[in-house]
Nanobody
Framework: QVQLVESGGGLVQAGDSPRLSCAVS????????MAWFRQAPEKEREFVGS????????IYADSMRGRVSISRDAALNTMYLQLHSLKPEDTAVYYC?????????????????WGQGTQVTVSS
C-alpha cells in the first residue's frame, strides 16, 4: 500500500521558515515526480511546486518562486518543502502528491497519490 505522510506543519509566526516533509512508503517514484499543493480556507487547491525524482529538476508556481524550495532524499524516500519568511496569507493545508511516470506538473490531475495534508497556520 502506497502512503504519503506529510509532517512539519503547525502554528508558526510570521517570518518563520519551517520545513515540511513528505515521507513515502510502499514504493518509490524514481520514474516519476512529486509535488506540493496547498489549500487555504474557502479557496481552491493551488500548485506550490514540484520535483522530478530522477533529475531533481524543480518547477515552482510564479507566486511562490523565491519563497519556497523543494528537495528530495532518495535514501529516505522523502520530499521536502522549505518555506521562507511565511506570511499570514500562507496559512493553508499543505499536501504532497506523487505520480508514477513523468516529470513534474502543475496540474493536480497529473498525480496518482496524495497525502492527507498538514496544516500550517501563520500568526501575525
Amino acid at each position: 500500500q502506497v502512503q504519503l505522510v506529510e509532517s512539519g506543519g503547525g502554528l508558526v509566526q510570521a517570518g518563520d521558515s519551517p520545513r515540511l516533509s513528505c515521507a513515502v512508503s510502499g514504493r518509490t517514484f524514481g520514474s516519476g515526480s512529486m509535488a506540493w499543493f496547498r489549500q487555504a480556507p474557502e479557496k481552491e487547491r493551488e500548485f506550490v511546486g514540484s520535483i522530478t525524482w530522477s533529475t531533481s529538476n524543480t518547477i515552482y508556481a510564479d507566486s511562490m518562486r523565491g519563497r519556497v524550495s523543494i528537495s528530495r532524499d532518495a535514501a529516505l524516500n522523502t520530499m521536502y518543502l522549505q518555506l521562507h519568511s511565511l506570511k499570514p496569507e500562507d496559512t493553508a493545508v499543505y499536501y504532497c502528491a506523487a505520480r508514477s511516470l513523468g516529470s513534474g506538473s502543475s496540474s493536480q490531475w497529473a498525480y496518482d497519490y496524495w497525502g492527507q495534508g498538514t496544516q500550517v497556520t501563520v500568526s501575525s
